[in-house]
């Protein structure tokens, strides 16, 4: 905790902002739970709508249930004309800002948007989770000078993203890849964005509002994370023997090496962990840059050996971000898009914090403490 001039925590760091059964983060013993269940666990066995269900309902769907939510995800992934416009219009924007602009034209498809009901929270949640793949892949292909394709409603979420992005079959692995990742990013704590959603939402407004906030808090690079650096680190590196002399030049540098280490977690990253399987079982998949993969994979093992040596005790381990990287390059996506990605995932669990908090009907509403001059005369 980092204490301010006058001994209060800064940025509320160690203050209790709220209760919660959505997500547990023991950064001391590395682990996460997601609703009960280790992410560990989730992520080995559950896909995104089973996830988001569970975070949503409060339980894993039945059989009945999953085939319900995922075929009423599926008709909400066609985006309205005026979404489509206004991804057309910034085409040339950075993904996360034309993501937090097309999410607040999402409530044209609902009833009331402005309707705050368990169904109404989670009619909206279903709309949101459904449309932020189509919006990035609609504007990844906008960017690129192509046009959108129209979403398939046969395939998974994550199935169906890689569709519209490359516009072929996706390789089965790569859809595998891309849903855990989903999963293994959805909820964490009482994080930036989610605070700010839960925020929103206890002044009583409604859940796509509540989410347009949560993304712009998103975008800030205090809480957006460091995937894309990862890449550059590797194209930098350009070859494995290059890999120990680039690392230890850094270090001695004061640099830090990005991808390794954590700010909350103190011996590891759980969702590094389960990336880490993801992307061992991708070297079998149709990659979209496998030479890229496979550097990264050796620079791992190199630069783990070279943070043990140079930095003793510090157990620096390569955390999510760097798998992160890893995943989605492999799937064929830029790293401009990495950050939208990460939304694509968390948004449910920014879904399931709303309809957490609108139940609590608390508006949240924190101090703070004057340390400006009092006294002043106008005109002495």
Not at 93 to 116: F, H, Q, W
Not at 131 to 147: M, Q, S, W
Not at 318 to 336: D, H, K, M, R, S
Request: aromatic share 6%.
């Amino acid at each position: 905790m980092s204490p301010s001039a006058t001994g209060n925590p800064r940025g509320l760091e160690g203050v209790v902002a709220a209760e919660t059964r959505l997500s547990h983060v023991d950064g001391q013993n590395g682990v996460l739970i997601v609703a009960g269940y280790s992410i560990e666990e989730l992520a080995a066995h559950a896909t995104f709508e089973q996830a988001a269900h569970l975070l949503w309902r409060g339980h894993l769907p039945s059989g009945d249930e999953l085939k319900r939510l995922s075929a009423d995800m599926a008709e909400q992934r066609e985006l309205s004309p005026v979404t489509l416009e206004v991804i057309r219009a910034a085409a040339k924007a950075p993904p996360i800002d034309v993501l937090r602009m097309a999410c607040a034209t999402l409530s044209l498809g609902l009833g009331d948007p402005n309707a705050i009901t368990p169904e109404a929270d989670f009619a909206a949640a279903m709309r949101l989770a459904a449309c932020f793949p189509t919006i990035v892949a609609a504007h990844g292909r906008l960017a690129r000078g192509e046009k959108p394709l129209a979403p398939r409603k046969d395939l998974s979420l994550a199935a169906n993203f890689l569709y519209m992005v490359h516009g072929r079959e996706p390789d089965p692995a790569a859809a595998h890849a891309l849903d855990a990742y989903w999963v293994t990013v959805m909820d964490h704590g009482m994080n930036a964005s989610t605070f700010t959603a839960r925020v929103i939402a206890s002044t009583r407004s409604d859940m796509v509002s509540s989410v347009t906030g949560a993304l712009g808090a998103l975008k800030g690079p205090l809480h957006g994370g460091a995937p894309g650096p990862v890449l550059d680190m590797l194209v930098d590196i350009k070859s494995a023997d290059r890999a120990e002399a680039w690392i230890r030049n850094e270090l001695a540098a004061g640099r830090r090496i990005m991808g390794f280490g954590h700010r909350v977690y103190k011996v590891r990253d759980p969702r590094a962990e389960v990336l880490s399987r993801v992307a061992e079982k991708m070297q079998g998949a149709q990659l979209e840059n496998k030479q890229l993969f496979e550097l990264a994979r050796s620079v791992e093992q190199t630069a783990l050996r070279v943070l043990a040596e140079v930095k003793p005790g510090r157990n620096l381990r390569t955390n999510v971000e760097f798998y992160t990287a890893l995943v989605l390059q492999a799937v064929g996506l830029e790293p401009a898009q990495f950050v939208a990605m990460f939304a694509c995932g968390r948004v449910a669990g920014w879904a399931a914090h709303v309809i957490e908090q609108h139940k609590e009907d608390h508006l949240i509403r924190p101090q703070s403490e004057y340390i400006g001059p009092k006294g002043l005369k106008i005109g002495s």
